[in-house]
């Protein structure tokens, strides 16, 4: 019988052809785990029916009041400047007693202050004003 030398580091040399897998599957497991937590978490909410909302055509009436604030904070009853609030006011209210009562349009440059166009939302609520509405600019079509 003949005896097998074996040499010390023989096992070392040999190639290993398999890829190790284990690492790969802790880490999809570790994926796992985070994705089943944080999932629920971002689909929840409180169930609330939302309002449906487009934009329509302006009626124009000849009863409607329309005010203009510029990014100054000049307001125009229309075409002609209103110098201070109370005197706002007092032309809202005379329009709030009138039957029908006619809408109020606020056409606000973009660039003016918040301040200017609440004082304007602010007298029309003091003086009775039903129906308020903001004039805005239709986006462009095309794209």
């Not at 005896?3 to 040999?14: I, L, P, Y």
């Not at 994926?31 to 929840?44: A, E, G, H």
């Not at 329009?95 to 109020?104: C, D, S, Y």
Request: aromatic share 4%; hydrophobic share 40%; glycine share 6%.
């Amino acid at each position: 019988m003949a005896k097998k030398k074996h040499r010390a580091g023989a096992d070392e040399d040999e190639v290993v052809s398999a890829i190790n897998t284990t690492p790969l599957v802790d880490v999809m497991l570790v994926l796992l785990i985070i994705f089943l937590i944080t999932i629920p978490v971002v689909i929840q909410s409180i169930p609330v029916q939302l309002p449906t909302e487009t934009n329509q055509p302006t009626q124009t009436k000849p009863e409607n009041v329309l005010i203009s604030v510029n990014r100054d904070g000049d307001v125009f009853w229309n075409q002609q400047l209103i110098t201070d609030s109370k005197g706002l006011f007092e032309k809202l209210k005379v329009e709030a007693v009138k039957l029908p009562q006619p809408e109020v349009h606020i056409r606000g440059d973009r660039d003016a202050r918040y301040e200017s166009i609440g004082k304007v939302v602010y007298a029309c609520q003091r003086a009775g004003i039903l129906k308020l509405g903001f004039i805005t600019q239709p986006a462009p079509r095309g794209g």
